[in-house]
């Protein structure tokens, strides 16, 4: 008998898992459409010219390292606040949102999860159907209750707008709720902006708390276009939380960059409220690595690095947006009858491709196209010399 024996074996997580799959496959047209990650069209992922310039210029001027301040670079903190709140944003000027720099933007929401474990230990947590598989782990082992609000219609390959408002207007009082800010992973459907003001009213009337999770700022529509809705939460008036990841607007996956913010009421309850922040860093990594964020912060506060980040982030949209062109007109060039213009609905780096789980497996065993098993597609991993195979590949398990 040891400490271990009776520990069980955790099932593999299902999209890394894909990716040991992938790496093992001998097929030589393979290609990896599961995974989150941005490639750019020769199939790498890129490393920014903004990101290189930042670099050089922090070991042109190289710093000691030490511990960064419980809540992260002071600088990198304003950042984030100003590229989601906005520049000029009043709640910001008047000291009612409190940031911390996070461990990617999963650190983000594993510290605003703690913290609303303390601040209230029996709310439920509201997650949509279906979500980014992380958020059930992620506020479970917080200690939470995880439920679901209907999200995706599959019949009707959209959004269930209405089951969505149902949901949330049947939750408990003070149910936390978790949205996707923009691109909305896994199914790469949004919602209108006035479909998010009924949500903001019905949120607002039931006394829910608005989580929202702000994975691909600037991947949908623009910076600002993508960050709008948070916008729209200020103007009413409710407190809520916004978990920021830079993995994927800046290709840092493996720096580990991102944010927590929560919008206050005032400017005291904003500093109580990171202290406490503080305190949950603190007994879980005591405080956060410095060089991504300096990255980030060297980029987003010079001006001409700024620029260059928005052009090669508005080149990586573009490309996807591409892609998701090319997808269509190639999947009727390779023979599919079905109208697969819902895939330029979508938005951001996936889509539901409508598939069922037996064509996604055919399509890995049989052609080497790895998507996950839900029909999701890394539409970013597509590039003009894979594109052709895998609409040809697609076509012959449709
Ligand atoms: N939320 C969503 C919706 C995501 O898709 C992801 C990344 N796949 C994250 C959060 C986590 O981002 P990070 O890698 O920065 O932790």
Redesign the pocket.
Known sequence: MSLFTAVEMAPRDPILGLNEQFNADTNPNKVNLGV?VYYDDAGKLPLLECVQKAEKQMMDAPKPRGYLPIDGIAAYDSAVKALVFGADSDVVKAGRVATVQGL????G?KVGADFLKQCNPNAKVLISDPS?E?HRALFTRAGFTVETYPYYNSAKRGIDFDGMLTGLATAAEGSIVVL?ACCH?PTGYDITAEQWDKVIETVKSKKLVPFL?M?YQGFGHGIAEDGAVIGKFVKSGLDFFV?T???KSFSL?GE?V?ALSVLCGSKEEADRVLSQLKITIRTNYSNPPTHGAQVVATVLNTPELRALWEKELADMRTRIKQMRVALVEKLKGAGVKEDMSFITDQIGMFSYSGMSKDQMVRLRNEFGVYGVDSGRICVAALNSRNIDYVCQSIAKVL
């Open positions: 989150g990617g933007g999963t650190g929401l980014w992380n996707h992973n999770d994975a978990a990841s830079f993995s996956y580990r991102g």
